[in-house]
């Protein structure tokens, strides 16, 4: 029974595949498909690291980070360049250390007077 996939994978995936006596079709993508696939790829991990339990954490958040790695790379910025806007995120609007959670806000609207 065909499984469809359509979605980037590890490069030793079709190996595996192979090696398993699974009968597969890959292609090699475009540098603008690539990247949308690595930015789907980045959708699909980080919702696995966010439902992953405790156990599973480190593998899933591995996972995310590999496809964080492939993005810097495919649009060549430095893994420098990142954490130096983090660190100016984290000076403007802080971290997220004190488990704050907003629960909503409210727009005064002005009042007339005539």
């Keep these: 029974m065909r499984q469809?996939?359509?979605?980037?994978?590890?490069n030793r995936i079709p190996d595996?595949?192979?090696?398993s006596g699974i009968e597969y079709k890959t292609i090699t993508l475009s540098?603008?498909?690539y990247r949308q696939a690595?930015?789907?790829k980045l959708i699909e991990e980080a919702q696995e690291a966010a439902t992953a339990n405790k156990a599973d954490l480190v593998?899933?958040?591995a996972d995310l980070l590999e496809v964080v790695d492939a993005l810097l790379?495919?649009?060549d910025i430095?893994?420098?360049?990142v954490r130096l806007e983090q660190d100016n995120?984290?000076?403007?609007?802080?971290d997220f250390d004190n488990k704050i959670m907003l629960l909503w806000t409210e727009e005064k609207v002005a009042t007339s007077r005539e």
Excluded at 78 to 81: A, C, F, G, R, Y
């Design 89 to 94: 995120k984290r000076a403007t609007k802080g």
């Design 31 to 33: 540098e603008i498909e």
């Design 4 to 10: 469809e996939y359509n979605k980037l994978v590890r």
């Design 38 to 40: 690595l930015r789907n």
């Design 73 to 75: 790379k495919s649009y």
């Design 16 to 19: 595996i595949i192979h090696n």
């Design 78 to 81: 430095s893994h420098n360049k």
């Design 59 to 61: 593998t899933e958040l």
